[in-house]
């Protein structure tokens, strides 16, 4: 079950976690089964966020100019001045397309799209591995 409170420029999806979604404007796009098909913010900065196990300390972050979930691919797409945060590690640029399921961030140019803060690079951090007792003894 999928429930959609809009408060103001705030929306908040439950469904299978928590996630919320925030801007100036959000639109809503349905499929013809009445399923939600993409979620789509704007804002100065929009922002995302969704816990993505129970078990996670911290949500996964995201924000830019223009944000658009796409809820059958479970597939977030971040244009202008994006940003992933996801456990202490970051990807920044102009388009990063972020896969919900697999925690995986593909960033690069926003081709064709027009951005604010043009960036040609693509700035990650990566934080180290967390060492287990066992390997600590080693």
């Given at each position: 079950?999928?429930?959609?409170s ?17 801007g ?12 939600i ?18 078990t996670d ?23 202008d ?13 102009e ?7 697999k925690q995986v ?15 040609p ?5 990566i934080?180290p ?10």
């Amino acid at each position: 079950e999928i429930r959609l409170s809009l408060v103001g420029s705030e929306m908040c999806i439950r469904d299978r976690g928590s996630m919320k979604i925030t801007g100036n404007t959000v639109t809503i796009t349905r499929s013809k089964t009445g399923e939600i098909d993409v979620v789509t913010s704007v804002g100065n900065l929009a922002y995302f966020e969704q816990l993505q196990k129970q078990t996670d300390p911290k949500p996964v972050q995201a924000y830019a100019v223009t944000i658009q979930y796409h809820a059958q691919q479970n597939r977030i797409v971040l244009i202008d001045k994006a940003k992933v945060i996801n456990d202490g590690n970051t990807t920044e640029g102009e388009k990063i397309v972020y896969d919900t399921v697999k925690q995986v961030a593909n960033a690069g140019r926003a081709n064709g799209s027009s951005v604010t803060a043009p960036r040609p690079r693509i700035d990650m951090v990566i934080q180290p591995k967390k060492k287990t007792d066992e390997q600590k003894a080693q």
